[in-house]
C-alpha cells in the first residue's frame, strides 16, 4: 500500500500536542511529528521501569508504536456508543483507505481519541481483528476504560512490544549474532547457543568470542580446536592467561563443562569490563557452586545493580529463586521469581527471556502448593526455543549412542560395554540448561548421565560420581537401586566410601530421601560409630522436623525412607543404638497410625530383641497388647523368641480363631506339633478354595492372590508334622494340576529340596506326579518371576526320575533360559559331577546367581569332603574376583547352616567382613 506525500501539507493540531504531552506523561518517549506527511501522526517508543521499586530509572526498548490522532473539545467528553455493554466510541471511515495503511505497518499501531478540554486520551490497538465491517467502510471500537495513563501502561506495553517475532528458520546455518546487540551476545551463547554459533560446515575468517563460547556449549571444542589452529581464534594453551577478558571467560567455561567445576568465576566477574560480562559470570558462578553443593553461596553470589539490564536482571533474579528454594525458603523464592518476571515483562521477542520466563514460571508453580497454581501458564511458558533445542540435542546424542553400541553388539554378539559416546553430549545440554535456569531439566539431564555411567564402566571413581549425582538431584529410587545394584556386585570401596561420606555430610530436603534410601540398602558398611550417629540424626530429625518431608509443593512421608535405613544401619549399630529404637518404638506404637506402625514393625525386624533386656522386652509387650490389631500380632511374633508373655499372647489370639498368630507362632519359634497341626488346617482350608476357584463354576473360574504362599505353608506343616491328613492335602493340591504356577513354585522347591527327608510313601507319590506336573499360567500376576518350569526340574532330578546322563542336558538348556533357577535346581543333583558347574556359576555375571552358587558350593563340600579342597580353590579364586557382597552373603549363609571344620579359614574371614549383614549371618 502507497501513500501519495504532499511536502506542503499542514501538520499538527491541539489533539496531537495534547497527545504528545500525555504519552510522556507515562514515562514514554516524547510522540514526534513525522518528518513528511505518509498518513501517520505521530510516532513514539515505549519504555518501562526496571522494577517498582526502582521509579528514577527506565529502559527504552526498542519498541516503536504509531498512531493516528483525533481530538476534540465536545467529542470525546463522554461514551456515545457500546459494544456489548461496554461504553466507548466507535470510530468509522466510508471507505478502507486508512484502515490498510495502518495495518501495512507491520509494527504495533494506536488509534488515539483525545478529549482536549480534559486533556484525557483514549486508545484502541488497530489490528485485523478489531476492525468490524460497515457494509461499505470499515469501523473500530474505541472503550472508554482505555486510558492513555498509568492504570494502563502494562496493556500498552504488551501491545508496543506485540509484534515482534524472530526468523527461527535457517538459524542453524546463519545464526542471529548479527541481530544482536552487544551486550545480549554473550547471554544468548550461553543461554541459546545454536543461534549464535556457527554452523560446523560454514566458512568464516574468524570466530568470535560468543561464537567460540557457543560452540562450546554445543560440545564442539575439537572443531574449536582446529579453527585454533587456523588462527580464527587464539591458541588453546593461551586462553587461561590472554589480556582480553573474553577468551580468559571462554577458558574458565570450557573448564567448567568438561570438569564440572571451576573457581575462575569470581575473578572474571570482578574483572569484567561491562554491566553485561559481571552479571554473566556471575550467573556462572553462581550455578557451578550450587552445582557443588553450595546452594547459600550461589545466593549470595548473584546480586543485581541498578545498571544490570533487565534481560540480565530476570536472568540474575530467576537463578537467585531457585536456589533460594533449595535452601527451603519458598516465600524468598517465590519473591524473587516475581521480580524476575517483572524485570523481563516488556521483552517478548528476545528468545533468552522465553527461556528464562519459563524457569520463572516454573518455580512459580512449585511453591504455589498441590493442585495450586495456572497449570496452563506453566505449560505454555516451557514451550520455547530453549527446551526444543535442548530436546534436539539430546535426541542426536542419544542416537550416536545406541549407532555405536549396536555395532559393537553386531560384531561381538554381546551387550556389554565399556563406553558411552552420549555423555559428554548430554552434560554440556545439562549445563546449558543449568545456565538458562531450568533445574529440572538439567536434573533430568544429569540423572541420564548417571545411568549411563552406571552401565557403561566400572571404574570406581565414575560411578562414585554417578552415586553422588542421584543423591545430588533427588533421584530417590535410582539412587537406592544403584546402592542395591553396588553392594550386591561392586564396586563395594566406592560404595563404602560414599556411605561414610553420606553418613556425616548435611542433608538438604532434596537430599533427604535419596541418602536414607541408599543406607537402607547400604548402611550395613558403616562401623559401629557411624552407624549410631545416623540412627540419632533420623530420630532426631523426625522428631524435631516432623513425618512429613515438604519441598516447594511436593510432600513425602518421611518414615518411608527411614525405615529402611534404620533396619539397615541397626546391623550394623551398637546395643545402645537398638535400645534407643527400641523406646522409640515404644513410645508411639500403641497409638500411632496404620502406616507408621507398618514402618516400626519392618524396623523392629533387626532390632536385638534377645539382648534388650526383660524390661523392655516387656515395655514393648505392653505397647502390642494395647494396640490389639494385625499389627500387634505382627510385633508379637518379633518378641517371641525373647518372651514367653509374646508367645502367650499369640497363642490366646490363635485359639480365638487369628491364623495370623497362628503363623506367627511358628515364625516365633514355636515347636508344638499342635500349633503346625492348626497351621497346616488353615493353609490346607485356603489351598482347597484355590483349586475350586481354578476349576470354575458356572463357565468362570477365578485367581486369587494371598499375602503367604498358602500351599508352601501348608508343605512346612506337614514335613514338621507328617502328619497323614496335611500330606493327603499337598497331594492332592498337586496332583489336581490346577493352582497357579507361582502359587506352586516355593512349595515344589521345598519338596525338591527335603525329598531324601520325605516319607517313603509321599517318594513315591512325587515321583509318580513329578513327570507331570504343571499348574496355570496367567504372566505372574502376582508380581513373583515364574520359575516353576525350573522348580518342577528339581524336582525331578530330586526324585531321581531323570537319568543321569540327561541331567547335565537338561542343567545346560536350563543355564542358558534360566541361570537363578538352574542353580537353585544344581542343589538337588546328589552327584560328585556338580561342582564344575557351581564352579562355573560361582562366577556368574549376576550377583543373585553368584551368591546362590557360593551357598551350593559350601554344601557341596560338606556332603563331600573329598571336594573340600577343590571347593575351597573355587571360593577362593570367586571371592578374589567378586568386588560386591552378594557371594560374601551366600557363603556366609552356607557355613551358617552346614557349619564345618573343614572351611574354617573361609568362616574365619567372612565373620570379619565389612558388611554387618554377612557378620549378622553368623548370628543366632
Known amino acids: 500500500m502507497t501513500t501519495p506525500v504532499y511536502s506542503t501539507k499542514k501538520t499538527g493540531s491541539r489533539g496531537e500536542l495534547k497527545a504528545q504531552v500525555i504519552f510522556a506523561d507515562i514515562g514514554w518517549a516524547p510522540p514526534v511529528k513525522l518528518g513528511e506527511d505518509i498518513g501517520t501522526d505521530l510516532m513514539t517508543f ?15 526498548l526498542g519498541a516503536p508504536v504509531f498512531m493516528q490522532v483525533k481530538g476534540s473539545d465536545t467529542e470525546y467528553s463522554k461514551p456515545v456508543n457500546r459494544r456489548s455493554g461496554e461504553p466507548g466510541w466507535w470510530f468509522h471511515e466510508n471507505d478502507t483507505y486508512h484502515f490498510d495503511h495502518w495495518l501495512s505497518f507491520g509494527l504495533p499501531y494506536l488509534l488515539v481519541l483525545v478529549d482536549t478540554k480534559n486533556q484525557i486520551a483514549y486508545w484502541a490497538e488497530v489490528t485485523g481483528d478489531a476492525i468490524t465491517s460497515t457494509g461499505k467502510g470499515r469501523k473500530i471500537f474505541v472503550p472508554f476504560s482505555q486510558t492513555v495513563d498509568d492504570h494502563n501502561i502494562e496493556a500498552l506495553t504488551r501491545v508496543a512490544v506485540s509484534r515482534r517475532s524472530n526468523g527461527l528458520e535457517g538459524s542453524a546455518w546463519n545464526g542471529k549474532l548479527d541481530e544482536l546487540g552487544p551486550a545480549d551476545r ?33 560440545n564442539r571444542y575439537s572443531e574449536l580446536t582446529r579453527r585454533a589452529r587456523e588462527g580464527q581464534v587464539p591458541k588453546v594453551q593461551e586462553w587461561a592467561e590472554n589480556k582480553e577478558w573474553s577468551w580468559r571467560f571462554l577458558h574458565a567455561i570450557r573448564e567448567l563443562v568438561s570438569t564440572g567445576g571451576s573457581d575462575r568465576f569470581e575473578k572474571l566477574a570482578a574483572d569484567a569490563r561491562h554491566r553485561f560480562e559481571r552479571d554473566a559470570a556471575q550467573v556462572i558462578q553462581a550455578c557451578a557452586a550450587y552445582t557443588s553443593d553450595r546452594a547459600q553461596e550461589a545466593v549470595d553470589v548473584l ?59 516454573s518455580i512459580l508453580y512449585s511453591v504455589s502448593g498441590f493442585a495450586a497454581g495456572d497449570i496452563q501458564s506453566i505449560i505454555t511458558a516451557q514451550d520455547h526455543a530453549g527446551n526444543w533445542w535442548r530436546a534436539q540435542a539430546v535426541s542426536w546424542a542419544l542416537e550416536k549412542d545406541l549407532k555405536y553400541r549396536f555395532e559393537g553388539w553386531t560384531a561381538n554378539n554381546t551387550t556389554h560395554f565399556i563406553n558411552s559416546t552420549a555423555r559428554d553430549d548430554l552434560a554440556t545440554v545439562a549445563w546449558n540448561a543449568a545456565f538458562s535456569g531450568a533445574w529440572e531439566s538439567w536434573r533430568h539431564l544429569t540423572a541420564m548421565n548417571a545411568k549411563l555411567a552406571f552401565t557403561s564402566t566400572d571404574d570406581p571413581t565414575r560411578v562414585a560420581a554417578a552415586l553422588e549425582a542421584f543423591t545430588f538431584i533427588g533421584e530417590k529410587k535410582a539412587a537406592k537401586d544403584a546402592a542395591r545394584k553396588m553392594w550386591l556386585d561392586g564396586p563395594l570401596d566406592a560404595l563404602s566410601l560414599f556411605v561414610d561420606t553420606v553418613a556425616i555430610s548435611d542433608w538438604s530436603k532434596r537430599q533427604e530421601g535419596p541418602s536414607t534410601a541408599i543406607l537402607s540398602q547400604a548402611g550395613d558398611l558403616l562401623d559401629v560409630k557411624a552407624a549410631d550417629h545416623v540412627i540419632e ?47 522409640y518404638i515404644i513410645s508411639d506404637f500403641a497409638t500411632c497410625d496404620d502406616s507408621i506402625a507398618h514402618a516400626y514393625l519392618r524396623v523392629a525386624h533387626s532390632i536385638a530383641t534377645a539382648d534388650l533386656g526383660i524390661t523392655r522386652i516387656n ?18 511374633e518379633i518378641l517371641g523368641p525373647a518372651s514367653p508373655g509374646a508367645i502367650a499372647e499369640l497363642r490366646k489370639h490363635s485359639a480365638a480363631g487369628s491364623k495370623n498368630a497362628t503363623r506367627s507362632l511358628l515364625v516365633a519359634g514355636s515347636t508344638e506339633r499342635q500349633d503346625f497341626i492348626a497351621f497346616g488346617r488353615s493353609a490346607a482350608e485356603t489351598v482347597r478354595t484355590m483349586i475350586e476357584d481354578a476349576r470354575g463354576k458356572d463357565g468362570s473360574m477365578a485367581v486369587s492372590g494371598y499375602v503367604n504362599d498358602q500351599l508352601d505353608d501348608l508343605v512346612l506343616a506337614a514335613i514338621n508334622t507328617n502328619d497323614q491328613k496335611l500330606w493327603k492335602e499337598v497331594t492332592d ?10 502359587q506352586q513354585q516355593r512349595a515344589v522347591r521345598r519338596l525338591a529340596a527335603r525329598f531324601s527327608d520325605l516319607p517313603a510313601h509321599i517318594q513315591r507319590k512325587l515321583k509318580a506326579v ?98 573340600r579342597d577343590r571347593a575351597f580353590a573355587v571360593i577362593r579364586s570367586a571371592l578374589m574376583q567378586d568386588k560386591g557382597c552378594a557371594l560374601a552373603d551366600g557363603l556366609a549363609k552356607g557355613l551358617a547352616a552346614y557349619p564345618t571344620n573343614l572351611l574354617a579359614d573361609l568362616d574365619k574371614s567372612l565373620r570379619g567382613h565389612r558388611s554387618a549383614v554377612v557378620r549378622k549371618r553368623f548370628v543366632n
Open 537 to 583: 540424626r533420623i530420630l532426631n530429625l523426625l522428631d524435631m522436623d516432623g513425618r512429613v518431608r515438604v519441598h516447594g509443593s511436593t510432600w513425602s512421608y518421611r518414615w518411608s525412607d527411614a525405615d529402611g535405613a534404620l533396619a539397615r544401619l541397626l546391623k550394623a549399630a551398637s546395643l545402645k543404638s537398638h535400645k534407643r529404637v527400641a523406646d
Open 733 to 742: 493340591a498337586l496332583e489336581a494340576c490346577l493352582i497357579e504356577q507361582t
Open 303 to 361: 546480586k543485581p545493580t541498578p545498571s544490570t539490564k533487565p534481560a540480565d536482571r530476570g536472568w540474575v533474579l530467576v537463578h537467585k529463586a531457585a536456589f533460594l528454594l533449595e535452601l527451603d525458603r519458598p516465600k524468598d523464592a517465590a519473591d524473587a521469581a516475581k521480580k524476575a518476571l517483572v524485570a523481563m515483562k516488556a521483552l517478548d521477542g528476545d528468545l533468552t527471556v522465553s527461556a528464562i520466563r519459563g524457569s520463572a514460571a
Open 619 to 636: 515395655r514393648l509387650l505392653k505397647a502390642a497388647v494395647k494396640r490389639g490389631d494385625h499389627y500387634a500380632i505382627d510385633l508379637l
Open 186 to 218: 554473550l547471554r544468548h551463547a550461553l543461554v541459546l547457543p545454536r543461534l549464535v554459533a556457527p554452523h560446523s560446515n560454514r566458512s568464516v575468517e574468524s570466530v568470535g568470542f560468543e561464537q567460540a563460547v557457543a560452540m562450546v556449549m554445543r
Open 770 to 867: 513329578a513327570p507331570r506336573l504343571h499348574g496355570r499360567s496367567f504372566g505372574s500376576p502376582f508380581g513373583s518371576p515364574n520359575e516353576f518350569p525350573a522348580a518342577v526340574q528339581h524336582l525331578q532330578i530330586a526324585a531321581g526320575i531323570v537319568p543321569d546322563l540327561e541331567v547335565e542336558a537338561l542343567l545346560l538348556h536350563q543355564r542358558r533360559n534360566d541361570p537363578v533357577g538352574f542353580v537353585k535346581t544344581l542343589g538337588a543333583w546328589n552327584s560328585e559331577r556338580k561342582l564344575p558347574f557351581l564352579a562355573m556359576m560361582i562366577v556368574d555375571d549376576d550377583p543373585t546367581v553368584r551368591a546362590h552358587a557360593g551357598f551350593s558350593v559350601v554344601q557341596h563340600a560338606t556332603h563331600y569332603p573329598g571336594d
Open 46 to 60: 515505549a519504555r518501562d521501569d526496571v522494577a517498582p521499586e526502582d521509579k528514577e530509572r527506565s529502559w527504552d
